[in-house]
Each structure stands twice: as structure tokens, then as C-alpha cells.
T-cell receptor, first 110, second 113 residues
Framework: GQQVMQIPQYQHVQEGEDFTTYCNSS?????IQWYKQRPGGHPVFLIQ?????EVKKQKRLTFQFGEAKKNSSLHITATQTTDVGTYFC??????????FGGGTRLMVKP | DGGITQSPKYLFRKEGQNVTLSCEQN?????MYWYRQDPGQGLRLIYY???????QKGDIAEGYSVSREKKESFPLTVTSAQKNPTAFYLC????????????FGEGSWLTVV
């Protein structure tokens, strides 16, 4: 079946540094959704990307969908301790049947 | 106050016992899901349901069972046949259709002792 891969698995950054997580698939992605899960919490929807080459911003977060719709990325500018958590991408490939990537766990040192 | 309620938050089970995790939503969503999350890993789909009295297996359904007798409720039973049940279980719901946001409950931690 389809596999969605995320890298890196873990990332430690100093507060104020930038952070990027990448989501890749060997097959064409349908719609990409991004979720954030705080430690001990549950995933919370951040954004959805639908169109090839789409770029969306939410304050310090920038989300991109690749031109070939085989990859996506989430970039955080000037990380803060509130950004700590695990970021998941998920492909909405069968009408809400999400295939999740393994997640990238972000740790921020103050 | 709308949302998804899962209970219990923490559950300990002896080997060989079945346990049932509750999931209730008042969002009027047709679709409901159960995911399993192992420490440091992603989410894997156990079962999903798009309509009352109907449900389908996800990627890791073996050792689990569900029912959907009411639109609001989608309980998950972890049976003794599930070899490694210790995990974090997340219930979710959504409107049916591609591109709709999935809302998650706060999860249930199951530990086998």
C-alpha cells in the first residue's frame, strides 16, 4: 500500500533557529494535511494543501506542496518553545482515509 | 461544548482480558475512526465507519472489534487476540468526503500488565 515518509524523525533546535520537516511519497499525493501533536496530547489539524506547488503560511509556519505532488514540507521560522511537539503529514488519498507519515518530533532548547 | 470524548484516559489490562474503549462525539459527523499510536511513531488505522451499523477494517484490524449502533458512538474492543495491545488509542471523526478535517479525541492509554 501507499507509504508516506517523513524526515527527519527527530530534530533538536535552539530557540530562534529555523526548522523544516519533509514529507515524501513514491506515489502522487492527493491532498496533504498537516497535524501537530503536543507531548501527551492528540493531533490537531493545522492546514491542508490541495494544488500542485501550493504554498500557505500561518504566522511563522510555511507549508509547501511539491510541483509533482509527491512531497510536501513544513518550515517554522524562528522556533519558540511553544512549537515543541510532533508534526505529522497525512495524505487524504481515499476520502478521509488518511495515510500518516511517521512524524517529526521537534524539541526546542530555550 | 462540541467535541470527541474518549474514556477512560488510562487503562490497565491483564493479559487475556478484553477491554472496551469508549468514543462519543457530538459533532454530528458521519465518519468515525480508531487509530493506534505506538511511542514515537505515527498513526495506524484500526477501523473506520462511515454510517451506522457499518464499518470497515483498516490496516491493523486483527485483534480488535468495533460497533456502530449509534451515530454518536464508536466503541473499540481490544481483544485477547491482540498480541501487543499496549499503545495510545485515538478516536476521530469527520464529515464524509475528501479534504475534510479529521478531529481527534484526547486519546486513551492502554497498558497490559
Amino acid at each position: 500500500g501507499q507509504q508516506v515518509m517523513q524526515i527527519p524523525q527527530y530534530q533538536h533546535v535552539q530557540e530562534g533557529e529555523d526548522f523544516t520537516t519533509y514529507c515524501n511519497s513514491s506515489t502522487t499525493l492527493s491532498n496533504i494535511q498537516w497535524y501537530k501533536q503536543r507531548p501527551g496530547g492528540h493531533p490537531v489539524f493545522l492546514i491542508q494543501l490541495v494544488k500542485s506547488g501550493e504554498v500557505k503560511k500561518q504566522k511563522r509556519l510555511t507549508f509547501q506542496f511539491g510541483e509533482a505532488k509527491k512531497n510536501s514540507s513544513l518550515h517554522i521560522t524562528a522556533t519558540q518553545t511553544t512549537d515543541v511537539g510532533t508534526y505529522f503529514c497525512a495524505d487524504d488519498n481515499a476520502g478521509n482515509m488518511l495515510t500518516f507519515g511517521g512524524g517529526t518530533r521537534l524539541m526546542v532548547k530555550p | 461544548d462540541g467535541g470527541i470524548t474518549q474514556s477512560p484516559k488510562y487503562l490497565f489490562r491483564k493479559e487475556g482480558q478484553n477491554v472496551t474503549l469508549s468514543c462519543e462525539q457530538n459533532l454530528n459527523h458521519d465518519a468515525m475512526y480508531w487509530y493506534r499510536q505506538d511511542p514515537g511513531q505515527g498513526l495506524r488505522l484500526i477501523y473506520y465507519s462511515q454510517i451506522v451499523n457499518d464499518f470497515q477494517k483498516g490496516d491493523i484490524a486483527e485483534g480488535y472489534s468495533v460497533s456502530r449502533e449509534k451515530k454518536e458512538s464508536f466503541p473499540l474492543t481490544v481483544t485477547s487476540a491482540q498480541k501487543n495491545p499496549t499503545a495510545f488509542y485515538l478516536c476521530a471523526s469527520s464529515i464524509i468526503g475528501s479534504g475534510n478535517t479529521i478531529y481527534f479525541g484526547e486519546g486513551s492509554w492502554l497498558t497490559v500488565v
